[in-house]
C-alpha cells in the first residue's frame, strides 16, 4: 500500500477533566486543564503543521488546540464535527458511578452486562458511538483527501477509531486506554485502514 493516497488521522485525546467525585462528562461540555506546559509542548512536537483541524465541538477541545498553538503548533480554524463528540450518556451525564451504584438506578445491571451495547437512560451505546464516529472519519477522509487530519476528541471517539482501523468489536476496542493529552495516529489509505501508534504520552 506504500505510495497509495492516504488521510492521516492524528487523534489527540483533550487535557484532563479536573473532577475528583469521578463524574461521568460525556458530552457535557465541562472545561479541562491545559497547565501541563511541558507534556503540551512534547504533544506539539510530534503533530505535523499545516493539518486539517477537527474538534468535536466541546469546550474542553478548543481549550487542547489552544494549548497546542500556545505551545508553537500553527493551527487554522478548527473544523466543527459534533460526529466526533463523546458517547452520550444521557441522564448519567453530570452524576458519578457511585451515585448511580448508591441510587440503584433501574439502568444500571444491564449497562455493566454488557457496556459495549448496554444504553444510558435518553443516551447511546458505544457501539452507536463507534457507528457515528465510522462514518464521520469515512466522509471526512473522502471529503479532505490525502492530508494530515489533526483531530482534538475524546477517549470513546479514539476507541472507536481504533474499532475503525483494526476491525474490532466494540467489546473490544473498549479495553484500549487512552490517556489525556496522548496521540493515536492511524491512517486511510484507499479504502484500508492501518495503526501507526496508540496512546503515546509525554517521556
Not at 503543521?49 to 488546540?65: F, K, N, Y
Not at 469515512?138 to 477509531?161: N, P, Q, W
Amino acid at each position: 500500500m506504500s505510495g497509495a493516497p492516504s488521510s492521516r488521522w492524528w487523534l489527540v485525546r483533550h487535557g484532563p477533566v479536573p473532577c475528583p467525585q469521578g463524574r461521568i462528562h460525556g458530552q457535557l461540555d465541562v472545561a479541562c486543564d491545559v497547565s501541563d506546559h511541558e507534556d503540551i509542548r512534547q504533544l506539539a512536537g510530534r503533530l505535523p503543521t499545516q493539518a486539517t483541524l477537527v474538534e468535536s465541538g466541546l469546550i474542553r477541545c478548543r481549550q487542547t488546540s489552544g494549548a497546542l498553538e500556545a505551545a508553537g503548533l500553527a493551527l487554522p480554524p478548527p473544523r466543527i464535527e459534533p460526529d466526533l463528540m463523546e458517547q452520550d450518556f444521557g441522564r448519567w451525564q453530570g452524576r458519578s458511578w457511585q451515585e448511580l451504584e448508591a441510587a440503584k438506578d433501574p439502568y444500571l445491571v444491564d449497562f455493566w452486562r454488557d457496556p459495549a451495547y448496554g444504553t444510558p437512560p435518553d443516551g447511546e451505546s458505544f457501539a452507536e458511538t463507534c457507528l457515528r464516529v465510522r462514518g464521520a472519519m469515512e466522509r471526512l477522509s473522502l471529503a479532505l483527501g490525502e492530508r494530515d487530519i489533526l483531530a482534538v476528541v475524546h477517549a470513546g471517539t479514539i476507541r472507536a477509531a481504533l474499532a475503525l482501523a483494526l476491525g474490532l468489536e466494540p467489546a473490544q476496542a473498549l479495553r484500549f486506554a487512552v490517556q489525556p493529552l496522548s496521540l493515536t495516529r492511524v491512517d486511510r489509505i484507499s479504502a484500508e485502514w492501518r495503526v501507526e501508534c496508540v496512546n503515546v504520552t509525554a517521556w
